[in-house]
């Protein structure tokens, strides 16, 4: 199993981006790029094409699913502190069911307070795997926190409730509350979906029903991690499409 420090590739920019072919954009591994993946100069310049409100000073970017806390879930321990064979079958997992480059970095090396190395899993990095968020009101860190763990359905499903009016007084709809204008500002829980393309989190519409989206896919009622990495990986690359297609209209001449 390769061990890899953070390796910081040339930096990219939209331009250079578009440059390459689909099975390259969509894979594209982001940490590449230095910094926080989510929030790199490219990264902020392809919100800045699809989503038309991002404002760099009240918003920032987001890594919608992770890992970190999933694998704490699933093995009741978190990567850093798991035995080297518990680490090596994760590793496994996600180089078998997300799909990559042949440059993905999967786990790097840090040092602790005492001098001590560890490993540390990376999350998926890639195109369809980034929203924004509000920078102020703690709404990213409520979300990670117990009961939703990052898993992105949960946080749908409390998005979906501000609109209905039924938010509840726990942490995470406190943080949403207080950042209303934000959300109110895509009018329905509908717009709220199709414009920050979040479409294919949902197993199916057109039902029928006022609303079109009301079945986040179960990323957070999944029996294992495999279970866990299969069905994000396939939301995430399904989204990268879509994104990298919205990306390629806006800029033709590519």
């Known amino acids: 199993?390769?061990?890899v420090h953070y390796a910081y590739g040339k930096a990219i920019r939209l331009a250079d981006f578009l440059k390459m072919d689909e099975l390259q954009a969509i894979r594209f591994d982001f940490?590449?790029?230095g910094g926080e993946s989510d929030r790199c100069p490219l990264i902020n310049e392809i919100y800045q094409q699809i989503f038309p409100w991002y404002d760099k000073k009240a918003d920032a970017g987001d890594t919608l699913n992770t890992y970190r806390l999933a694998i704490q879930q699933y093995y009741g321990h978190y990567y850093w502190n798991l035995d080297r064979a518990s680490q090596i079958e994760i590793i496994g997992i996600i180089r078998q069911y997300a799909p990559h480059n042949e440059s993905q970095i999967f786990e790097y090396e840090q040092i602790d307070q005492y001098g001590k190395p560890y490993y540390q899993v990376c999350n998926n990095?890639?195109?369809g795997n980034f929203g924004i968020l509000p920078v102020h009101g703690g709404i990213n860190p409520k979300r990670s926190g117990s009961p939703y763990f990052d898993f992105f359905d949960c946080y749908l499903e409390k998005v979906a409730t501000f609109?209905?009016?039924?938010?509840?007084?726990d942490r995470l709809s406190v943080a949403i509350r207080k950042q209303s204008a934000y959300f109110e500002q895509f009018g329905s829980f509908d717009q709220f979906v199709e414009k920050n393309i979040l479409?294919?989190?949902f197993e199916g519409h057109g039902d029928g029903q006022d609303r079109l989206y009301d079945q986040p896919v179960r990323l957070s009622g999944l029996q294992s991690f495999k279970d866990y990495v299969r069905a994000s990986?396939?939301?995430i690359t399904r989204r990268s499409q879509r994104i990298w297609h919205e990306l390629r209209l806006e800029h033709s001449g590519f």
């Open 1 to 3: 199993m390769d061990l």
């Open 31 to 33: 940490l590449t790029q």
């Open 125 to 127: 990095y890639q195109l």
């Open 163 to 169: 609109y209905a009016g039924k938010l509840g007084d």
């Open 199 to 201: 479409m294919d989190f």
């Open 233 to 235: 990986s396939r939301i």
